[in-house]
C-alpha cells in the first residue's frame, strides 16, 4: 500500500464527513475537492474545484487535485449532473494514471425512473467504461434522508403516506466504513449492494419519527402514479437478496438523532 494522498469528492459532505476520518485513522494523508477554499488541518489538504463549473477551469482544477493520488473516493453528487461530473473525474483520472476509482451509487439505478437514478447509473457507466481499475457500491437511502423526507411530511396536518412505497435505510457511517475498506482493497469492480436491516414502508417511517418524538399525525394514504410509482411498488429501488445488510436500525438512528 502507498501512502499517496487518496483524493475525496464530496469530501465535506454528509458521507464525506464520515470518510475523511476513516482514512485518516488508517494512517492515509486525504486530499479533498471542495468548492470553497479551506485550511489544510491534521493530515487533510483541500483543493478548489467544481466539478461542474468550467469546463478548463474544472479540468485544471481536477488536474493539481489528482497530482500523486493513486485511489479516488468519488462520493460528490446531487439532484442532477452526476454523470457529467463523473465523466470529467474520468477523464482526469485517466490523465493522472489513478489506479483504484471507488464511486458510491445507489440502489435501483437501472430501475427506477427519475432523473437522479438515471444520473447515477450514467455516471456508473464512466466509471466502469473507464478503462481505470474501479469498484462501485451502490447503497440505499441513508437514515439523513429518511429523516429530512418524513420531517418535512410530519409538518403537514395530514401526512401523506405513499403506498407500496417501501425504503431499506441505511446507517451512513456503515457505509462509510464499507467504502474505506473497498478504497484500501484492490479494485474489486460492482460489489454487492449496502442496504439496512429492514424494509419500511413510508407510513413506518413516518410512524416511528412521530412516535419517538411522542407526537402522532394522521395519514393519508396516496397512490405514486405512473412509471416511477409501479417501479417502487416493484421495489426497483431495494435489493431483497443478495444485499450486505447494515446493523443499525431506523429506531436505532432515531433515538440517537433526537437524543442530540
Do not use: C
Not at 461530473?85 to 482526469?92: K, N, P, Y
Amino acid at each position: 500500500m502507498t501512502n499517496n494522498p487518496v483524493l475525496v469528492t464530496g469530501g465535506t459532505g454528509t458521507l464525506g464527513r464520515q470518510v475523511v476520518p476513516l482514512l485518516r485513522a488508517a494512517g492515509r494523508p486525504v486530499r479533498v475537492l471542495s468548492r470553497r477554499e479551506r485550511a489544510a488541518e491534521d493530515g487533510v489538504a483541500y483543493v478548489r474545484g467544481d466539478l461542474l463549473g468550467d469546463p478548463a477551469e474544472a479540468g485544471a482544477r481536477l488536474d493539481e487535485a489528482l497530482a500523486g493520488v493513486d485511489t479516488v473516493l468519488h462520493l460528490a453528487g446531487g439532484p442532477k449532473g452526476d454523470d457529467e461530473a463523473t465523466r470529467r473525474l474520468v477523464a482526469a483520472a485517466r490523465r493522472a494514471g489513478v489506479r483504484h476509482l471507488v464511486y458510491i451509487s445507489v440502489i435501483g439505478a437501472d430501475k427506477v425512473p427519475l432523473g437522479y437514478f438515471r444520473a447515477k447509473l450514467g455516471a456508473e457507466e464512466a466509471v466502469a467504461g473507464s478503462g481505470l481499475p474501479y469498484t462501485v457500491l451502490r447503497a440505499a437511502q441513508f437514515h439523513d434522508l429518511a429523516f429530512s423526507v418524513v420531517g418535512k411530511m410530519a409538518k403537514l396536518p395530514l401526512v401523506p403516506a405513499p403506498g407500496g412505497v417501501r425504503w431499506q435505510p441505511v446507517d451512513v457511517r456503515e457505509v462509510a466504513a464499507r467504502l474505506v475498506e473497498l478504497a484500501l482493497d484492490a479494485p474489486a469492480g460492482a460489489v454487492p449492494d449496502l442496504a439496512g436491516p429492514r424494509v419500511y414502508g413510508m407510513g413506518e417511517l413516518t410512524r416511528g419519527y412521530l412516535a419517538a418524538q411522542g407526537r402522532s399525525r394522521k395519514q393519508l394514504p396516496v397512490r405514486v402514479p405512473g412509471k416511477v410509482g409501479r417501479a417502487y411498488r416493484a421495489g426497483a429501488n431495494l435489493t431483497l437478496a443478495g444485499a450486505e445488510r447494515g446493523r443499525r436500525t431506523w429506531e436505532e438512528f432515531l433515538s440517537e438523532r433526537l437524543a442530540a
